[in-house]
């Protein structure tokens, strides 16, 4: 099994803070990928990296960021928080050799902006 | 632009009962992936169904997935409790390039 390591677990947080959410690896996966759900919904893909330097947007618009400058980490920052993105921001790495594995997803980060 | 619908959303069963969960998706797929997730929990994977016809069985689980009528259905057989969570299936339809759109979830209660 990946191991997939997401902090933090929980934050709450004040209007038009800078945040961070960190994801980090040990499996040396190469693609990554950060999913937004919200309470009782599906996950939506806002981005994704298939290797160091590469990072896209996915199919729902973020304002958030995102980097890739190390294979096991996938930070994912927001400039200027706002209540509407409070949601769990969960990550997932699969690992290299072709597209046809299954997705290892971390525990998530709960946030919520106040 | 591809959309994946689960049915039942909801379900409630009683112990030792079997049922299905059905996955339909829009667009042409032959990848398919089904998760697990409990409650304030992360996901865990099921079965990734990759081609036409493909069954994997896992326990009292089992998935299959139909290319052609664009439907993956996961069955329970003789439900335990310890099933009960949010199980959703999510579609590659990207080439390959692993962009999983996600179901809304069948959120599954198996009683005593």
């Known amino acids: 099994e990946a191991d997939i390591y997401q902090t933090p677990r929980y934050l709450v947080i004040g209007t038009g803070k800078k945040i961070t959410l960190e994801c980090s690896q040990t499996?040396?996966?190469?693609?990554m990928y950060w999913y937004q759900q919200d309470p009782g919904m599906e996950l939506h893909l806002i981005h994704y990296s298939y290797g160091v330097n590469s990072t896209e947007k996915g199919d729902l618009s973020s304002e958030s960021t995102v980097s890739r400058i190390r294979t096991e980490h996938f930070p994912l920052t927001l400039e200027s928080a706002r209540p509407s993105h409070t949601s769990q921001y969960l990550c997932?790495?699969?690992?290299?050799?072709?597209?046809?594995?299954?997705?290892?997803f971390g525990s998530g980060t709960q946030l919520s902006v106040l | 632009e591809l959309k994946v619908e689960q049915n039942p959303l909801f379900l409630s069963m009683q112990e030792g009962k079997n049922y299905t969960i059905y996955c339909n998706y829009s667009t042409t797929s032959d990848r398919l992936y089904w998760y697990r997730q409990d409650p304030g929990k992360s996901l865990e994977s099921l079965f990734v169904?990759?081609?036409?016809?493909a069954v994997k069985q896992e326990g009292r689980l089992m998935a299959s997935l139909d290319t052609k009528a664009r439907l993956s259905t996961l069955h329970i057989t003789a439900a335990v409790h310890d099933l009960s969570a949010t199980y959703f299936c999510?579609?590659?339809?990207?080439?390959?390039?692993?962009?999983?759109?996600f179901g809304q979830g069948t959120r599954l209660t198996i009683n005593p």
């Open positions: 169904l990759l081609s036409n016809g």
């Open positions: 997932a790495s699969s690992p290299p050799g072709g597209f046809n594995e299954k997705l290892f």
């Open positions: 999510a579609v590659d339809a990207t080439q390959g390039a692993q962009k999983l759109v």
């Open positions: 499996m040396g996966h190469d693609k």
